[in-house]
C-alpha cells in the first residue's frame, strides 16, 4: 500500500511540478485524508452488509425469510434502511442536554472506527502499523464506552440512563479479562504491534503456528477474550445496555434518524472488528495456507484468510445472538469476576509455564517451527 | 467522606412497553436497579364486557368470550357455555365433549406456547418464540380448517359445538401430534436447558404455597408453587373424569426454589406434554353422533344463578350468571386468572431487579384483556 | 467442584441450543412471501409448513345471495354488533330453494332491497351464517379488504337499480286487488 502510495505520489510530482515544493505535510496529509476515506467506505460497506446479513440469517435461523424486497434477496435493504433514516426527523427531546446528546453517536462512532486504521488486512495491507496497535485498539474502543455514557444520560431520559450506567459497568468490568487475554497473545508473539504478531504467528501450513495451537492456555484464553469482546460490544447474551425487553431501547431509546442509525453503524462495524481482532491475536491474522508476505498473491490469499476468519466470526457473533437470552446485571458481574478473570490469569500463567518449557514449538509444542 | 446520597426513583413502565404482553402498566419505584415498588396500573383494555353480556342475548355473547382471552378463546368459549348449560340444564352430546376436549387442549397448546416463548423473548432470547410460533401456526391451521377462524374461533356453542371436525380433520390432529411431541424436547434443548436461562429464572420470586393460595392465584402459577390444584381433576367437567392425565407441579426444578419462576414455566412445559395425552385419549374414542343439542332459539333460563369456573390455560376462568328468566343476563361476573396474578406482582417483585420484573410478568403469563376484560 | 459443574453446564447447554438454530438455519423456511404467492390457491408453490393455505371454512368477508334471501332478519337479530341491515318490501309469494347442502325449500314473500353488512364492525364469529333459514348469507375465502375511507368497509349488496326494481315489482304487487295495503316496513337491526 505503502509503496504504491509513493509511486502514485511520485506520479503527482512528475505531473503537477508544482506539488514538488509542497511540503511534507501536505502528503501525510493527504495520504491520511486518502486512507482514511478508502477505510471509511471500506467499514459502511461492511457495516452495511452486515446488517443484511444479520437479519437474513437470524429469518432463516427462525424459520422466516428476513428481508428480501429491496434488490435481490434484499441485498439493498440496508441501503433502503439508511437512505430512510436519513430523511426521518432527528428528534432532540425538549429536557436533553442537547451538545452532549448530538456529540455522543459521533463518539461511539469514532471509537468504533478508529480502531479500524491498525487492522491487518493483509501483509501489505492496512493503514497504519503502530508499534503499539494493541493498546491502540483497547484505548480507541474505549471511546465508545463514554458515547453510550454520553448519550444514555445526555437523552434525559432514565431508561437510557439505566443502559448507559449498565454499559459503563460492563465495559469497565471485561476491559480485564479482555487485557489479561491479550497479554496472553502478547507474550507468546512478542510484539503489540498487531503486523508483528501476525508474522510471529507464521508456522507448518500456515495453520499450526497460530497463537491458538500454541498452547492448550492459550486456546482457552481465546474463549475468554472472545466473550470479554461480545461483552465489550454490548452483543447478546450481554446486551444489557439496551435490552430491549427490559429498558425499552437502552441508551439509544430516545435517538432517532442520523444518530440512531451511527449507533447502529459502530454495532454493526463492531462485529467486524471483534472478528478481526480476535483472528489477528489469535487466528494468526492473514496466515494461513499459501499465505505469504513476499509474493503479491501470497499477500491476495493472505488477504482472503483475513476477511474468510472475521467474517466467519462475524457469523458465530450473530448465531449466538439468535440463540442464547441475556444475562442479568449481577450474573453478569459474577461472570465476569468469578469466572473469566480468573481464568483468564491462569491461562497467562500457564502460558507463560508453557512457553518457558515448550519455547515456540508450534501445536503444543509438537512440532518445531522453521529455522 | 459523607455516605453516598441515594434516591428512590419513579420509574414509568408500559403501556408501551416491550415486555408488558398487551397494555399494562406499572409505576415503580427503584432503588438503582432494585425495585422498592411495582404499582400495576390496569385498565388500558378495559372493554367493559360484564356490561355487554346483560346486552346480549346468550348465545350471541359467545363470540365476546373470545376476546376475553385471545390466546385461549375455546377454553373461554366453553365456560361460558359450561355456565349456561349449567343454568339451562341442556345435555351435551358426547361427540360434542370430545370435540371441545380436543379444541381445547389444542388451544392449551398454543396458549403455553406463546407463554413459554414470550418468557424466552423477555429473557432477551427471541428465536425461541419464534420457534414456538412455528409450532402455533399448526395449531391454527388446524383451527382454521375446523372452524374457519385462526385466533377468535367462537367454536362452542350453547350444548354443543358449531361444526363438525372436516374429513381427515383428526388424522390431521394426530399428525400434528406426532411432529410436535419431539419438538417439545428440541424446545428444551434450544431454551430450557439454557445455563444462562435457568440462572435467571430458577431463585427469582418464589411464592410460596400459602402466598399463592392467600393470593388466589389459579392454574399454572399455583401449581407451580406446587399446589396440586387442577379443576379438570379436582372440580371435573366435561368428559375430564374419564381421562388419564397427570398434573405437573413445580417442585424446584434445577436446584431452584419451590415456586420460582422456573417452576411455573416448568409447570407450562409438562402441561404441553399432557395435553398431547389427553388429546391421543379423546382421538381414540370420540364417538360418532350429534355435536349439537336441542336448545331453543330463544334462550331463556329460568330464574337462577349459576357460578361455574373451568380449567383455562391462565387458571380458572369462571363465570357468575344471574339470570331473572329474560333473554339477556341479568348480570354476569368474569374471574379470570391474570386477575390475581396481576394483583401478586406488586407484592412479589419487592427486592428484585427490573431484570426480575419482567421475569416475573412473563413467568405468571400475565395478559391485558384478561386483566381488564 | 460446582464452579466446574457450571462451566460445563454452560458450555454444553449454549452448544445445544446453537445447533438447534443452525439446524434451522438450514432448513426451509416456514413462512412464504405473501402478495406474491396465492394463498388462496391449493397447492402453493415453496410452501412447507401449513396444512392448508387458506382453508375452505375460512370465515372471511360476508357475502349475501340477495335472490335467495327471504328478508327474515333473523340474521340482523342475531349479530351482536348490529352490523346487518335489512330492508324488504313484500312481493309476490316465491319459494326458493336453501343454499345449504339440505337444499330445504322456504316460502318468500318479502324482498330485500337494502342489506348493509358493516364490515369495518363485523367480527366473523358466524353467528348470522348459522340462523340464516336458506344460507344465503355466507362467508367467503376473501380477506383483503383494506379500504381507503371507513364507509367503504359497509359492503351493499343491493343496487339502486335492483331495489327500483324491486320497489316496482311491490307496487304492483301492491296494485293487485288485494284486500291489505303493502307495507314498506323498516326493519332494523335492533336489539333490546
Ligand atoms: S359474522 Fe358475526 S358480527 Fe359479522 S355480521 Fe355475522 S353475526 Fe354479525
Ligand atoms: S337470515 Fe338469511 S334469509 Fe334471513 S334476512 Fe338474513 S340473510 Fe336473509
Known amino acids: 500500500m505503502k509503496e504504491l502510495l509513493d509511486q502514485l505520489i511520485a506520479l503527482a510530482v512528475e505531473k503537477v511540478p508544482l506539488l514538488g515544493q509542497a511540503p511534507d505535510w501536505v502528503f501525510y496529509l493527504l495520504w491520511m485524508l486518502v486512507a482514511g476515506a478508502a477505510l471509511l467506505v471500506y467499514a459502511s460497506l461492511i457495516a452495511g452488509i452486515t446488517s443484511w446479513v444479520e437479519r437474513r440469517i437470524a429469518g432463516r435461523m427462525q424459520a422466516r425469510i428476513g428481508p428480501n424486497r429491496v434488490g435481490p434477496r434484499g441485498f439493498f435493504q440496508w441501503i433502503a434502511d439508511g437512505l430512510k433514516s436519513l430523511f426521518k426527523e432527528d428528534v432532540t427531546p425538549a429536557n436533553a442536554d442537547k451538545p452532549l446528546f448530538r456529540l455522543a453517536p459521533y463518539l461511539v462512532f469514532t471509537g468504533m472506527f478508529g480502531a479500524w486504521a491498525v487492522l491487518p488486512y493483509s501483509a501489505r495491507l492496512y493503514a497504519a502499523d503502530l508499534n503499539v496497535g494493541i493498546l491502540y485498539v483497547m484505548a480507541i474502543t474505549s471511546l465508545v464506552v463514554i458515547g453510550i455514557l454520553m448519550g444514555g444520560w445526555a437523552s434525559g431520559n432514565k431508561w437510557g440512563l439505566f443502559g448507559a450506567l449498565r454499559s459503563s459497568a460492563q465495559i469497565v468490568s471485561y476491559e480485564v479479562p479482555a487485557g489479561l487475554a491479550i497479554a496472553t497473545a502478547v507474550a507468546l508473539s512478542g510484539s503489540l504491534s498487531l503486523q508483528e504478531m501476525v508474522r510471529a504467528q507464521a508456522g507448518p501450513l500456515g495453520i499450526l503456528g497460530w497463537n491458538i495451537f500454541k498452547s492448550p492456555f492459550a486456546l482457552v484464553a481465546f474463549f475468554v477474550y472472545f466473550i470479554a469482546a461480545v461483552a465489550e460490544g454490548n452483543r447478546t447474551p450481554f446486551d444489557l445496555p439496551e435490552a430491549e425487553s427490559e429498558l425499552v431501547a437502552g441508551y439509544n431509546t430516545e435517538y432517532s434518524g442520523m444518530r440512531f442509525v451511527f449507533f447502529f453503524f459502530a454495532e454493526w462495524a463492531n462485529l467486524f472488528l471483534i472478528g478481526a481482532v480476535s483472528t489477528t491475536l489469535f487466528l494468526g491474522g492473514w496466515q494461513g495456507p499459501l499465505a505469504n508476505p513476499d509474493t503479491w498473491w501470497g499477500v491476495m490469499i493472505g488477504a482472503g484468510w483475513f476477511f474468510l476468519k472475521a467474517c466467519f466470526f462475524v457469523f458465530v457473533l450473530i448465531w449466538i445472538r439468535w440463540t442464547l437470552p441475556r444475562l442479568r446485571v449481577d450474573q453478569l458481574m459474577a461472570m465476569c469476576w468469578k469466572y473469566l478473570v480468573p481464568i483468564a490469569f491462569v491461562c497467562l500463567i500457564g502460558t507463560m509455564l508453557w512457553m518457558s518449557v515448550f519455547g515456540d514449538r508450534a501445536f503444543f509444542g509438537l512440532v518445531a517451527v522453521g529455522p | 467522606m459523607s455516605p453516598l446520597q441515594t434516591d428512590i426513583w419513579t420509574l414509568n413502565m408500559g403501556p408501551q412497553h416491550p415486555s408488558t404482553h398487551g397494555v399494562i402498566r406499572f409505576v415503580l419505584k427503584t432503588d438503582g436497579e432494585i425495585i422498592a415498588d411495582a404499582d400495576p396500573d390496569v385498565g388500558f383494555l378495559h372493554r367493559g364486557l360484564e356490561k355487554i353480556a346483560e346486552l346480549v342475548p346468550y348465545p350471541s355473547f359467545m363470540p365476546y368470550t373470545d376476546r376475553l382471552d385471545y390466546l385461549a378463546a375455546i377454553n373461554m368459549n366453553w365456560a361460558w357455555a359450561l355456565s349456561i348449560e349449567r343454568l339451562a340444564g341442556i345435555e351435551v352430546p358426547p361427540r360434542a365433549e370430545h370435540l371441545r376436549v380436543i379444541t381445547a387442549e389444542l388451544n392449551r397448546i398454543a396458549s403455553h406456547l406463546i407463554s413459554v416463548g414470550a418468557l424466552a423473548s423477555d429473557m432477551g432470547a427471541f428465536t425461541p418464540f419464534v420457534h414456538a410460533l412455528r409450532d402455533r401456526e399448526r395449531i391454527n391451521d388446524l383451527f382454521e380448517e375446523l372452524c374457519g377462524a385462526r385466533l377468535t374461533f367462537n367454536y362452542c356453542r350453547i350444548g354443543g359445538v358449531s361444526l363438525d371436525a372436516p374429513p381427515g380433520w383428526f388424522d390431521r390432529v394426530r399428525g400434528f401430534l406426532d411432529y410436535y411431541e419431539p419438538m417439545i424436547d428440541v424446545f428444551n434443548r434450544l431454551i430450557t436447558d439454557n445455563k444462562i436461562f435457568v440462572e435467571r429464572l430458577r431463585r427469582v420470586a418464589p411464592v410460596s404455597a400459602e402466598m399463592a393460595i392467600a393470593y388466589g392465584l389459579v392454574g399454572p402459577n399455583l401449581r407451580g408453587s406446587g399446589v396440586k390444584f387442577d379443576l379438570r381433576k379436582d372440580e371435573p367437567y366435561g368428559i375430564y373424569p374419564q381421562l388419564e392425565f397427570e398434573v405437573p407441579v413445580g417442585r424446584g426444578y434445577r436446584d431452584g426454589v419451590l415456586g420460582s419462576c422456573f417452576d411455573r414455566y416448568m409447570v407450562r412445559i409438562e402441561e404441553l406434554r399432557q395435553s398431547i395425552r389427553i388429546i391421543r385419549q379423546c382421538l381414540d374414542r370420540i364417538p360418532e353422533g350429534e355435536i349439537q343439542a336441542k336448545v331453543p332459539k330463544v334462550l331463556r333460563p329460568a330464574k337462577g344463578e349459576v357460578y361455574c369456573r373451568t380449567e383455562a390455560p391462565r387458571g380458572e376462568v369462571g363465570f357468575y350468571v344471574i339470570s331473572n328468566g329474560e333473554k339477556t343476563p341479568a348480570r354476569v361476573k368474569i374471574r379470570t386468572g391474570s386477575w390475581s396474578a396481576m394483583s401478586i406482582i406488586r407484592e412479589l417483585s419487592k427486592g428484585w431487579m427490573i431484570a426480575d420484573l419482567v421475569a416475573i410478568i412473563g413467568s405468571l403469563d400475565v395478559i391485558a384483556p384478561e386483566v381488564d376484560r | ?192
Open chain 3, 1 to 192: 467442584m460446582n464452579y466446574f459443574r457450571n462451566i460445563w453446564e454452560a458450555i454444553s447447554s449454549i452448544a445445544q441450543g446453537m445447533a438447534v438454530t443452525l439446524r434451522q438455519f438450514f432448513t426451509k423456511p416456514e413462512t412464504v412471501q405473501y402478495p406474491e404467492v396465492d394463498v388462496l390457491n391449493p397447492r402453493m408453490p415453496g410452501y412447507s409448513g401449513h396444512l392448508k393455505p387458506v382453508s375452505e371454512r375460512f370465515r372471511g368477508f360476508l357475502t349475501v345471495d340477495t335472490t335467495v334471501c327471504i328478508s327474515c332478519n333473523q340474521c340482523a337479530h342475531v349479530c351482536p354488533v348490529d352490523c346487518i341491515l335489512v330492508e324488504s318490501e313484500k312481493g309476490p309469494k316465491t319459494t326458493v330453494n336453501s343454499l345449504r347442502p339440505d337444499g330445504k325449500e322456504s316460502p318468500k314473500t318479502r324482498y330485500p332491497v337494502q342489506f348493509d353488512i358493516h364490515l369495518g364492525r363485523c367480527m366473523y364469529c358466524g353467528l348470522c351464517t348459522e340462523v340464516c333459514p336458506t344460507g344465503c348469507i355466507h362467508f367467503t375465502r376473501e380477506f383483503r379488504g383494506a379500504a381507503g375511507e371507513y364507509h367503504k368497509l359497509i359492503h351493499h349488496f343491493i343496487s339502486p337499480e335492483e331495489a327500483e326494481r324491486v320497489r316496482k315489482l311491490a307496487a304492483e304487487e301492491a296494485a293487485k286487488p288485494k284486500p291489505e295495503k303493502p307495507v314498506a316496513t323498516k326493519v332494523e337491526a335492533e336489539k333490546e
